[in-house]
C-alpha cells in the first residue's frame, strides 16, 4: 500500500520524475567514477608490484626505482649478500639501459633494455619462445618485434649508445631474438628486449661493470617482510629499501591530486544527488499537504506518512543509481584511455578500475543519501497541524 | 714592465684558488635548513669517500613548469666544467641550447646540424615544449572531460530546479489568469523571473567558484611547491558559465510557463 502510493505520487508528475532520475543518474556515474578512480590506481598499481611476488626493492639511495639514471655498484657482492640470508628466496638484479636496434634500411629503433638473470627474472611473462640463456640472445616485446620485423630465431644487431668522437655506435652485439615477452611495468608504446644482465654489463663498458639498477627481493613464505628491509637497509646503506607499502605511498603522493579530485567530485556529486531528491520531493509534498492533512484526518499514522514519502525519495535515488551505474562505467572507460595516455606509464595501470565494491559503495551512499534526503520532507509532512492546514486548504 | 709582470705573476700563485659556488633551489634550502654562504659537500655517488666542497652562492626559485610536477627532487646548479669533473663526464654535455637569429635562422641551423652530425639531432625549442608537456595535456583533456561531465549534471540540475520553481507558481498563475491577464504577459513575467533567478545563482557561483579557485590554488601550490597556477577564473569562463546558467534558466522557465499557460485556470487550482 505504501509502495503503491509513492509510486503514484512520482507517476503523478511524469516529466519532472523522470529528469530527477536523470540528475540522481549523471550524479551516480560521476560518484561511481571518482570511487573507481579513488580506489583504481591504487589497487592496479599494487596488482603490478605483486604481479610477481617481489615484497622488496633495492634502488640508488634517495630515488624510486628507474626514476634517475642511477645505478648502484658493486653489485655482485650485494647480490651474495642478500642471497646469503635464508629469509630471503629470491635475488632478481635488474640494470636498465637505452638500446638502439639497427634496421637496415630504416632508422635505429630506440629500445628499453633490461638486462636480468633470466631464472629469476620478474619484469616480464614469456608470451612464446623461451628465455634468453645464452649471452647472445634476447626476448623482445610485441611492439620491438613488429618496428623491427624480426621473428624468433633472427639475428638483431643492438648498440648501447653512439660515441660521437669515433663516429661508431657503442657496445654493439649481434643478438638472437629467442621469445617474445610482456613487458610488466612498460608502456605499451615502448619497444622493450631483456637479455643476460651479464651481457648489458659488458656492452656498458667501464661505466657499466658490476652495476645494476635495481634489485628486487622476494622474501621466504612467512619471513617478516619488514624485518628483511631492516635488515637490508642495516647492511646495505647505499641504497634506499622500498617495501610495496612504501612504494604505494610514494605514488600515493605523486598521484595525491587524482584522489583529492575523486574525493571533492565524489562528495560535490553526492551533493547535487542530494539536492534533487530533496528539492523533488520537498515540492512533492508541499503540493500534497491537504491529502497529507486528510489522511491524517481519517486516522493514517505518522509513520505510515513519513514512511511513503522516505520510500519517494528512496526510489528517485536508486533509479537514479541503477541508470548511472551503467552510465559511469561507460564514462570511466572514456576517462580511463585519456588518462592512459600518460608519456610513460605502464601498461597494466588503470586509473579507472571496476571492482563490485564500488558499484556497492556508491550504490549505499546514494540509498543512504536517499533516506536522508527524503528525511525532511517526510518530518515536515508528519508533524502538519491537521486542522490548520485542512482549513487553509479549504480557504485556498 | 717585466719586473712588474712577474711580480703579478707570483702574486697569482700566492692567491688560493678561488672557492666553487653553486646554487640550490628553494626545496633543497628550506628541507635542509640552507643559507646562502653555507658550505656542502657533493659527492656523484653516496659510495664515494672523497667529495667537493662548495659553497651556496644564490637560491634559485623554480620556473612554473608543468612538467615538473610530480617530481619531489631537488636541483642543484653548478659550473658545467665543475659538474663534468665531479662525475667523471669528460668534455661531454647532454645538450646545447643555441640563439639564432629568427625563425629562417632556426631551419637552416636544424637543418644543417641534422645533416652534418651523428649521435645527435637538433630539435625546435617548442617541439621540445610538446614533448615535455605531454603529461600537463593529458591532465588538461582529462580536466575538460570532467568539465563537460559536470555542465550536463549542471544543466539537468538547473533544469529540475527551474521546472519545480515555475510549477510552484501554479495558483499565482491561475489567479493572474482569472483577472484576466493575458499569456503572454504570465508568459514574460514566470521567463523574467526564471532569468533573475538564473542570474542571481551565476553571480552567486562566480563567487563560489573564484574562492574555491583560490583555494584550489594555495592548496596545490603549498603541495608540489611551485608557483603554477591550478586553476584560473578567466572572463571566457565567466562568460560561458553566466550564458550557459541563464540560457538553461530562461529555458526551463519558458518551457514550464507554457505548460502552465496551455492549462486551463481551474485546473491549475484543482478544481
Known sequence: MIAARAAASLLRHRARTALAVLGVAVAAAMLLDMIMLADGMRASFRAMLDVRGFQLRLSPRGTL?????ATIGGAGEIARLLRANPDIETVAPVLGAALHVRVPGTADVSVVGLGVEPAVQGDYALVRGR????????????????????RLGDTLTVAVGYDPQLRTARGTRRLVVVGEGRFFYLAADQPAAALPIATLQAMGGPERADRVSLFMVRARPGADVERVRAWIAER???????????????????LSYFRQLAVILGAVSLVVGFLLVTTLVTVSVNER???????????????????????EGLVLSVAGAVVGLGLGLVTARYLNGILKAFPGLPASIDFFLFQPRDAAAALGLLVVTGLVAGAFPAWRAASLPIARTLRQEAVA | MLHLALALTLLAAAQPPPERTIAVDERLAADLGLRVGDRVVLRARPEDAEGDTVRIAAVTRRGADPSEIA??????????????????YGDRVDRFAVATTG???????LRRVNDAAFGFRAYRSRDVAVETS??????????????????????IFLLCIMLLKVEERRRDVA????????????VRSVVLEAAAVALAGSALGVGIGWVASAIVNAHYQGVYRTPLVFSLVTPGVVTLAVALSVTLGVAAGLLAALRLVRTPPLALLGR
Do not use: C, K, W
Open chain 2, 71 to 88: 617530481r619531489d627532487d631537488y636541483r642543484v646548479r653548478l659550473h658545467l666544467g665543475q659538474l663534468q669533473a665531479l662525475i667523471g
Open chain 1, 236 to 254: 646495505v646503506p647505499r641504497v634506499t629499501v622500498l617495501s610495496t607499502a612504501t612504494a604505494m605511498a610514494a605514488v600515493d603522493q605523486r
Open chain 2, 103 to 109: 625563425d629562417s635562422g632556426t631551419a637552416a641551423v
Open chain 2, 175 to 186: 489567479a493572474l489568469r482569472l483577472l484576466g491577464v493575458s499569456r503572454a504577459s504570465v
Open chain 1, 65 to 69: 626505482p628507474f626514476d634517475t639514471e
Open chain 2, 134 to 155: 605531454r603529461t600537463f595535456a593529458v591532465v588538461s583533456r582529462f580536466h575538460r572531460a570532467i568539465g563537460v561531465i559536470t555542465i550536463v549534471a549542471s544543466a
Open chain 1, 289 to 311: 499537504v491537504g491529502e497529507i492533512a486528510v489522511l491524517r484526518a481519517i486516522g493514517v499514522a505518522r509513520s505510515r506518512v513519513v514512511r511513503q514519502i522516505v520510500l
Open chain 1, 131 to 150: 628465455e634468453a640463456a645464452r649471452p647472445d640472445e634476447l626476448v623482445a616485446n610485441a611492439l620491438l618485434l613488429r618496428r623491427t620485423r624480426a
